[in-house]
């Protein structure tokens, strides 16, 4: 089976800007959740889907937004970029809520 | 709010020591809990996984990890490591029941094997 893929796998932003980040899961999986990870944070989960349905949510602002779609493909949106939004976003997929999760390489987001 | 506290965060040992990294997880409920595993240039992914039964379980690459739940602990454990085994190791935990909740990581912990 083909792994999670995430596109892009780079983006530099200037402060201000949105961006769109991607993600498709393993075939199968209904749920797929994003993660922020950086050298001060570590890895902290923003949302997870599944069924198209938002079912669990972090402590982040409500610039950061997700949906997935009947596919299960699911997108990450940031609105109104900050500089410290730059990190590496994690897209991981599921077979289902509570599961183990499957990661992709994730998207470097660098906001300058 | 559940917290999961990795001990160690750098590790440095030769090959053919043993190893023991310690994962401890504040919540008091039910749960699962995992180990993940990144390895220099490639994605996190899944060394074990604990979601009930046998409170030691085995993983990839001769790891293995034992829940102990008095002591809200999933301790990982190899016997002999090796040189390839350097990467960085996270220990996971999620509510195994209950409405919404917070997949919660660890900060890591850095693995260096010396050959």
């Known amino acids: 089976k083909a792994g999670v893929t995430q596109t892009p796998r780079y983006l530099i932003k200037t402060r201000g800007q949105q961006v769109t980040l991607s993600c498709s899961p393993i075939?199968?999986?209904?749920?797929v959740s994003w993660y922020q990870q950086t050298p001060g944070q570590g890895l902290q989960f923003l949302f997870e889907y599944f069924s198209e349905t938002q079912r669990n949510k972090g402590n982040f602002p409500g610039r950061f937004s997700g949906r997935q779609f009947s596919n299960s493909r699911s997108e990450m949106n940031v609105s109104t970029l900050e500089l410290g939004d730059s990190a590496l976003y994690l897209c991981a997929s599921s077979p289902g809520l509570r599961y183990e999760q499957y990661f992709g390489p994730g998207t470097r987001l660098t906001v300058t | 709010a559940q917290s999961v506290s990795q001990h160690n965060h750098h590790v440095i040992l030769s090959e053919a020591a043993s190893l023991e990294l310690g994962c401890n997880y504040s919540y008091g409920g039910t749960v699962n809990l995992f180990w993940y595993v990144q390895y220099p240039g490639q994605h996190l992914q899944l060394l074990l996984k604990y979601f009930s039964g046998d409170p030691l379980v085995k993983g990839i690459k001769g790891f293995e990890a034992e829940f102990i739940k008095s002591k809200f602990s999933f301790n990982l454990r190899k016997p002999s490591v090796q040189w390839s085994d350097t990467a960085e190791y996270f220990c996971a935990v999620n509510p195994a029941s209950g409405g919404s909740y917070i997949p919660t990581f660890g900060r890591g912990t850095s693995l260096i094997v010396h050959p």
């Open positions: 075939s199968g999986h209904r749920s």
